[in-house]
């Protein structure tokens, strides 16, 4: 399947969810490969579907994971996988893996739209951060080689993030997943050719920072996410997160927005196709 094979993926939008036809929402960042998905898997993707998601980018977190997801993208046409190592994971690896994870790259080329999810958390125990580093360099240079974009965390780490992009000088865009941020931090990545993954944080009225900066940026500069099991919306804490729940970070979005829904839903599954280099449908 190449990156730019757009009849892998269905239509963009056509109407609200009070139209003749169903919204169509792409899931940009989704765990569903991980334990407290993975045991109804079909289940939580069926359940997806009929909110109205209908495409699901799932990245890794570590080298294990790696040769599962590319076994579901071959038996799933909308699951997109990007394959990397979460900063969280990064103590359990070395820069051999991201050796690894270049030749997988360079032969399942078509089937890896991303590599992700890396980056940088300087929330963890400064005895990782180094590890962290070296890692996020070196698969951001990776990236680089093969024209991917990458799908960013981060935590207490923006300003490093943006100094090692524009070090490398890196082109390929991407996603900065769970953006948390005021306009100003948030049009520092969109400068740069990413667009930012928005999901439950803006459920909660007290995220006013993020809720302001999704009111004032471009539509152009959003796309939307789960971070499905983690990061439950507001009135779903202590729940697993899943999927599905992408209808109602959508419905949250739209409340904060001036558009019409039907635009907005457009918009955000093109900025989704655009960002991750699938062209248009």
């Not at 996020?136 to 207490?156: C, E, N, S, Y």
């Not at 007290?206 to 471009?218: F, G, I, N």
């Not at 949250?252 to 829904?261: D, G, K, N, T, V």
């Amino acid at each position: 399947m190449s990156v730019t094979d757009t009849s892998v993926l269905p239509a963009a939008a056509s109407n609200t969810a009070s139209g003749s036809q169903p919204l169509k929402l792409f899931d940009t960042h989704c765990h569903l490969d991980l334990p407290e998905l993975a045991s109804e898997q079909q289940m939580h993707w069926q359940s997806a579907q009929q909110a109205g998601v209908t495409a699901l980018l799932i990245p890794a977190v570590q080298q294990a994971a790696w040769q599962n997801l590319l076994s579901l993208q071959q038996h799933h046409s909308y699951w997109h996988i990007a394959l990397g190592i979460h900063p969280w994971w990064a103590a359990k690896h070395s820069l051999d893996a991201v050796a690894a994870l270049d030749k997988l790259v360079t032969e399942h080329s078509s089937a890896i739209v991303a590599v992700g999810e890396i980056g940088l958390d300087f929330a963890l125990d400064e005895a990782t951060f180094a590890i962290q580093q070296q890692l996020f360099t070196a698969q951001l240079a990776l990236a680089k080689q093969h024209g991917k974009p990458v799908v960013l965390h981060h935590r207490k780490s923006q300003v490093q993030l943006l100094a090692e992009l524009k070090r490398q000088q890196f082109s390929a865009g991407g996603i900065l997943h769970a953006f948390s941020g005021s306009q100003q931090q948030g049009m520092a990545f969109v400068d740069l050719g990413f667009k930012l993954g928005i999901g439950g944080t803006i459920t909660y009225e007290r995220a006013e920072k993020t809720r302001s900066t999704v009111r004032k940026l471009p539509l152009e500069c959003f796309v939307l996410e789960t971070d499905a099991p983690a990061m439950p919306l507001a009135g779903y804490q202590g729940e697993v997160n899943t999927p599905a729940q992408l209808a109602r970070v959508f419905d949250a979005f739209c409340q904060l927005r001036p558009e019409p829904s039907r635009q907005i839903a457009a918009q955000l599954w093109q900025n989704s196709l655009n960002v991750l280099r699938f062209g248009t449908a």
